[in-house]
């Protein structure tokens, strides 16, 4: 399972691994595609570029003769000679131009590999009762109760998940350490999750540090060999690095001394009226927010999914002094958990004027 903050929350409910497979397979068939176009512009601009000097060459050359024919001969040899070397020099500019427009051509877009999973979801849905059916072969459950997640939709999934022997896992990288007013999602919705994976807001982003937290139940199925044996070879080589543990500590101090966590339960209403207020914009198909958090999903633009969203994001960097995240064409806010009341109407003003812009 992944946890509300994950980009596939829109999707359905199960997820097979035949089906991220076939993803996958066409997400690296599309890269490599890509790559390989990448390659043939560049081998493209360099052989126009060398045809576009030699042609240069010889049109200096030639003018350069036609010039001493000129003094020495009649002017009829010279304008023969000058016309040859005037076409010669176009035929240059024209190879120029033609590879400096292949050095500038973008490269093809094409789905992430996010959004083709929401869409094998979405063409394959298969609903919490038929669990049965796919228990042995479920890789993931991607559930997004309609309307907004309650503690009881996801208390329902934690009783699928434990009768089918499916680990539940929440991805709370985004959501923990106060982004929804608590400590963590799990907690707010009153879930134990099998695995809790966190990172970000432990260190208020300062320093490179994450974690996984896991039930006991996992804990205990690794400490089953010799005791002289690692139970789990799972360290990087900057694993418990002491300045990102020095971070950690800080930072959690003062979420505790500055009540940050409590703060974000009292913007939560005043975050979320802001953020709505962007309801009827050009292209706004739906808004969600919970806690100090929101996704404004557009529409696509035709044949090129998440191009509004990328345009959206360079407009909001350049043009409007705001940092966003986002997820094909939905536009993420995340305000740190300090964000003031008027701070909040600025970053909604301006997140209005990035919709216009890539209207």
């Not at 690794?222 to 044996?229: L, R």
């Not at 962007?278 to 529409?299: E, Y």
């Not at 958990?337 to 600025?346: A, C, K, R």
Request: include cysteine; charged fraction near 20%; aromatic fraction near 6%.
């Amino acid at each position: 399972m992944l946890a509300p903050s994950s980009g596939l929350l829109r999707a359905g409910l199960a997820l097979k691994l035949s089906q991220i497979k076939r993803a996958t397979r066409s997400y690296l068939r599309d890269r490599t595609n890509q790559a390989t176009g990448t390659v043939t512009s560049y081998a493209i601009a360099a052989g126009l570029f060398a045809a576009a000097a030699i042609f240069l060459i010889a049109a200096c050359l030639v003018g350069i003769a036609a010039l001493f024919r000129w003094i020495e001969i009649n002017y009829g040899l010279f304008w023969a000679s000058g016309a040859v070397g005037a076409l010669l020099l176009v035929i240059a500019a024209f190879c120029a131009a033609l590879a400096k427009s292949h050095l500038k051509r973008p490269p093809p877009h094409f789905p992430s590999l996010t959004s083709r999973l929401r869409v094998a979801v979405k063409a394959n849905p298969i609903k919490s009762d038929h669990l049965d059916a796919v228990k042995d072969t479920a890789a993931a459950i991607l559930r997004a109760p309609p309307g907004p997640v309650t503690r009881a939709s996801r208390k329902r999934l934690r009783e699928i998940t434990q009768k089918h022997g499916i680990l539940l896992i929440f991805d709370e990288v985004i959501t923990g350490y106060g982004r929804l007013g608590f400590a963590f999602a799990a907690e707010r919705y009153g879930v134990l999750p099998d695995m809790l994976t966190f990172a970000k807001g432990i260190t208020n982003g300062a320093a490179p540090m994450g974690g996984v937290i896991v039930r006991d139940t996992i804990h205990d199925a690794f400490m089953t060999g010799p005791e002289h044996v690692v139970e789990l070879t799972h360290g990087y080589t900057y694993s418990a690095h002491p300045l990102a543990c020095a971070a950690g500590l800080a930072t959690l101090d003062i979420y505790r001394d500055e009540k940050l966590f409590e703060r974000a339960n009292k913007l939560e209403p005043k975050f979320a009226d802001a953020v709505m207020s962007l309801k009827g914009l050009p292209n706004v198909v739906d808004i969600r927010t919970v806690g100090l958090t929101a996704g404004i999903d557009l529409a696509p633009r035709p044949d090129l999914p998440g191009k509004r969203g990328f345009d959206g994001l360079n407009s909001a960097f350049h043009d409007n002094d705001l940092m966003l995240r986002i997820a094909g064409d939905t536009l993420a806010l995340t305000p740190p958990l300090i964000v003031t009341e008027e701070q909040i109407g600025e970053i909604v003003e301006r997140v209005g004027k990035v919709i216009r812009a890539v209207a």
